[in-house]
């Protein structure tokens, strides 16, 4: 699950603060437990204190018979609800001021599927499970979920997701039908991850993106260049980038071990029978295109035809270079 | 209701007959007046429980009509007022005898008590033939819930969802009328044996209660559903 | 307390049958007159099995779940099946174990006794709830089984309607469940109304039955619309209804909502049975008459009600819209309020108490560390832009099992130890309750308290795959789910064991002042030979405004020695006493 990133912490409890309102987040999140602190020793401590104090010494103890006192109990509700209202005070304010984008924010679209992120750019650039956006400026996402496509015919419907980055303090969720949206400034260049954060099916917790934060003119040429940064780049390498970026690592080992798809390691040239009675002698490169584009097509027998239609998502020349790669996997 | 439980009652009915043998009363009760209480008190909970099962369903309504103003105007005049209208009526007709049936009860008329319940039974199985003739329509015209719209010449695409509710809230609510035709059925039989008396009628009371209720419930139905436009 | 004859006395003195007295175990011989029986106590000890052989279940489901954790990467199962355990684990806990677990239970047993009364208020319905329990129980047996559901234990759709048939008949059980919850909260209602004994008065009911009233509020009220939820769903799932399919013009956050409407309230019906024998717990423990009884009892009921106004706490980033998110989020501040100010009657109670280290004080201890900690974290989930960071992560895990856990179930094991010699007749062994209670504590803290951390830094919930850098804290949890499950197996054995072995209990073992000590341990079937009369409050430990104390006196035929040799008639005259109790 390391392919798309980490966390970077800042303290023992929380991520680094890499957008602009991570430290009103913060904040709050201090005040509380400075509220929290306050109030676990008052309970806790009275309570040791008490125990201790009024532990039975005979089984003819006299036991004091005040069950009011009016000031105290006055004092433990306004006090509270006082403290309580400050705390939704903070809280409010931080969340007015983390929802309403300014006007010129970049807007990146998001659609989620089972169980990958695709970002299209406002030049029509698109990228799955890799997130870029530039440094200093707010970005604005327009998100919702879509059905995944299984072959031409066939769909997943549409399920709710939800787009987490811990380092911004931000999250929202995607729903089918509906346009959810987020903002967010992160002030420096740096890479974090998002984590898809609502149950979606079996591979929720393998639903995560890279998410890259760039110099703006690096990240304007990249969006100019098609968001090809494999420029130059072996196919087979490009191929191995390939394989985390659209998420095939989350069914797919190399190394030979199953899960709930068989394995890259050897699988060129290999023999392998499929679930309805047919056989290949062995697996080549027209073989590998049509599973990624039209995966139900043939399925290797033994196993559920889960896998989501890559047609129209993968150019050619992606088809190629992951072809190249999984040859060098003997 | 009233405390006729406890003047002072005649030993023989209005023909003749003895009265319902004495009172069972429960061992953890005190008397027949503290169960008689306890058994109001626990039908008008379940009442209570009964509005909030079909309150989620009125919201659903009110929430899909304010999002879909024009559909649901649009889908509610495929709705037979006619029949919707003839329902109310049968409905509340059979309140009417429904609550003469309990009045019998505790007076002990057990020949008018048995007359009413029957009455307000067929009144029930008029309510459900009509509805039954309802649906037969809607089946064949395809208004049809969901997916299985397939209706034509509706302008807003949303008819669907209307037609999801109304099935829904008016199958449940038909539930319940057979439940209550069964509750019904179930006090003729004992009121035909001669169980119920001026001394023991929570039963019927009960019955006649959530008989109400169900009326009741349709009586907010009907309008909502049928008539606002 | 003077006593008078009931209305159809049957003097059932203490009958000796070949030797042995009669009580509610014994009076009635084979299986039959168990499943066919109408004795309160009876059908409670029927729940207290079927609810701890699901927590046997869900607990196990659950060291499955943190075992696989140990590590991020696959291992033990695939993920599909993962995703059916944590559903499993989720569903067994809240729909067959904790909301029936309390009021099935100690309720059953103790309600009626503690009112004064033969039996509760429709004896043949409380068996007719026990029935339609096993009958969800096993549906939801057969839909485990056979169907193997996934969506977790809230069902959120479009996940859930995916016409699976599982689903349906999961929800199916659900909906059979819900009604063995009305029908006991329903009569729980009129007997706490109707079937009080003379002179207990409203103010004169011990605590738990102010809890036990307030619970059964927001089961008879709440629980429909988990109903109707779950038919919609049922219906959306098998013929396409749409009115929660985006694709057909519904909506799924609309899902949501119905859900919340009763989960939320459902989630009081959880702790709110729990706080209320935590101050039976205290007041008896401490021998102390409980402070402030009025705001104690009151607060329940303004938990109750608040607590249906405040769902869509759990709906922050849902798409709900941001005026709602506001309101919602100042509501939930406002129902912090009655938690906090129990949590500090109790503490006032320890206050001048004389105070044992009793198994059930032990637990009740934990809970107010535990609890503590649970409602706190709360208020950080109440908070706005804190809610964004935390929401579906493993903090908001974290906060429900330290209410649920720390809070409820604590309660619940510190009932069963403190009505144990009532209901059994028998003692347990108090050095092995202690070290049971430390076992879960210290486990119960390391497995959850780790998860706050791996929350706030960002673990996702519902992950079977997690990033290496999380897997220390994981691991370490993993851990403590282990001392966890010592502690309660610890417990479930000397529990049976004292079954047998276990020292004969008194009337009263630990000199409480509510009705259900004066009776035998176990009580006779009609619980009171002769209905008593009640003269004062419930826990007035050291008299009443007369200093008189009620008569609580050992029964002589109970063992001397093992009744604390209470004293009645010392009345301290520096301490102030009330008018009223």
Known sequence: MNEHGHIELSTFWLPRQSSTIAHQVDFAWNVVTLVSIFFFVLVVGAMLIFVWRYRRRTEHDITSTVEHNFRLEVAWTILPLAICIGLFVVGFRGYVNASVPPGDALEIKVVATQWAWDFIYPNGTKSRNEFRMPAGRPVKVIMSAADTPKSDTEVRPAVIHSFFIPEFRVKQDVVPGLYTTLWFTAPEPLD???????????????????????????????????????????????????????????????????????SFKGLFGRKEAFNDGSEIAAVDENYIRESILNPTAKVVKGYQGIMPMFKGVVTDKEVDDLIAFIKTLK | ???????????????????????????????????????????????????????????????????????????????????????????????????????????????????????????????????????HHKFHDGLLPGRHFTAEGFVHPEANIFFGIYFVMTGVHGVHVIVGMALILWITVKMYRGRFSSRYYAPVEGVGLYWHLVDLIWIYLFPLLYLIG | ?????????????????????????????????????????????????????????????????????????????????????????????????????????????MLPIMLGAKDVAFPKLNLMSLYVYWTGALMALVAIVFGQI???????????????????????????????????????????????????????????????????????????????????????????????????????????????????????????????????????????????????????????????????????????????????????????????????????????????????????????????????????????????????????????????????????????????????????????????????????????????????????????????????????????????????????GYLLHSLKYGAKAPRNPWGGKSLEWLTESPPITENFHDTPVVTSGPYDFMGDEHGITPALQHHPKDDPSHTPAYDPGHHDPAAKTEEKS
């Open chain 3, 150 to 492: 996934d969506t977790g234990w809230t069902f959120y759709t479009p996940y859930s309607a995916s016409g699976s048939g599982p689903v349906i008949l999961m929800t199916l059980a659900v909906f059979i469940l819900g009604f063995s919850s009305i029908l006991t909260g329903l009569n729980f209602i009129v007997t706490i109304h109707k079937m009080r004994a003379p002179g207990m008065t409203w103010y004169r009911l011990p605590l738990f039955l102010w809890a036990t009233y307030a619970t059964s509020l927001v089961q008879v009220l709440a629980t429909p619309v988990l109903a109707i939820t779950l038919l919609l769903l049922a219906l959306e799932s098998g013929f396409s209804v749409g009115i929660f399919d985006p694709k057909l013009g519904g909506d799924p956050v609309l899902f949501q909502h119905f859900f919340w409407f009763y989960s939320h309230p459902a989630v009081y019906i959880m702790i709110l049975p729990g706080m209320g024998i935590m101050s039976e717990l205290i007041a008896v423990h401490a021998r102390r008459k409980l402070f402030g009884y009025k705001a104690v009892a009151f607060s329940s009921i303004g938990i109750a009600l608040i607590g249906f106004l405040v769902w869509g706490h759990h709906m922050f980033i849902s798409g709900q819209s941001e005026i709602a998110t506001t309101v919602f989020s100042f509501l939930t501040f406002l129902v912090a309020i009655p938690s906090g100010i129990k949590v500090f009657n109790w503490v006032a109670t320890l206050w001048g108490g004389s105070i044992a280290f009793t198994t059930p004080m032990l637990y009740a201890l934990s809970f107010l560390f535990l609890f503590t900690i649970g409602g706190l974290t709360g208020v950080y989930l109440g908070m706005l832009n804190v809610d964004i960071h935390l929401t579906d992560t493993y903090f908001v895990v974290a906060h429900f099992h330290y209410v649920m856990m720390g809070g409820t179930v604590m309660a619940f094991v510190g009932g069963l130890h403190h009505w144990w010699p009532k209901m059994t007749g028998r003692m347990y062994n108090e050095r092995l309750g202690a070290i049971g209670c430390a076992l879960v504590f210290i486990g119960f803290n390391m497995t959850f308290f780790t998860q706050f951390i791996l929350g706030s830094r960002g673990m996702p919930r519902r992950y079977y795959n997690y990033l290496d850098q999380f897997q220390p804290l994981h691991a370490f949890s993993t851990y403590g789910s282990w001392v966890i499950g010592l502690g309660f197996f610890l417990t479930l």
């Open chain 1, 192 to 262: 974090t991850i998002l984590l898809c954060t609502e149950y979606c099916g079996d591979n929720h917790s393998k639903m995560s993106a890279s998410v890259k934060v760039m110099e703006n003119a690096a990240f304007n040429e990249w969006m100019e260049n098609g968001g090809d940064d494999a420029k130059g780049m072996p196919p087979a390498e490009h191929g191995l980038k390939l394989y985390s970026k659209y998420g095939c690592n989350a069914c797919h080992t190399i190394d030979g071990s199953p899960r709930q798809a068989p």
């Open chain 3, 1 to 109: 307390m003077s006593q008078t004859v009931a209305a159809e006395g049957h003097p059932k003195d203490d009958e000796v049958e070949g030797g042995k007295t009669l009580n509610y175990w014994n009076a009635k011989k084979g299986i039959l007159s168990w499943l066919l029986t109408v004795d309160h106590k009876r059908i409670g000890i029927m729940y207290l099995f079927s609810v701890l052989t699901a927590f046997l279940a869900g607990g196990i489901f659950a060291l499955l779940l943190r075992l696989k954790l140990l590590t991020g990467h696959d291992n033990l199962v695939t993920a599909p099946q993962y995703n059916k355990l944590f559903t499993l684990h989720g569903a067994m806990m809240v729909f067959l174990f904790i909301i029936p677990a309390i009021p099935g239970s100690i309720a059953n047993f």
């Open chain 2, 1 to 135: 209701m009233s405390a006729d439980a406890h003047a002072a009652s005649p030993a023989v009915d209005d023909e003749g007959r003895p009265l319902s043998p004495q009172y069972h009363v429960a061992h953890h009760f005190d008397n027949a007046d503290h169960q008689f209480q306890a058994n109001k008190l626990g039908i008008w909970l379940f009442l209570a429980q009964e509005i909030m099962f079909f309150s989620g369903l009125f919201c659903a309504f009110i929430l899909f009509r304010a999002k879909y103003y024009d559909a649901f105007v649009e889908a509610h005049h495929h709705l037979d007022k006619v029949m919707g209208g003839i329902n109310t009526i049968v409905l509340i007709c059979s309140s009417l005898t429904m609550a003469l049936g309990v009045r019998a009860a505790q007076t002990n008329k057990r020949k008018l008590g048995v007359a009413m319940l029957v009455m307000t039974f067929l009144f029930a199985a008029t309510f459900l033939v009509i509805k039954y003739f309802e649906y």
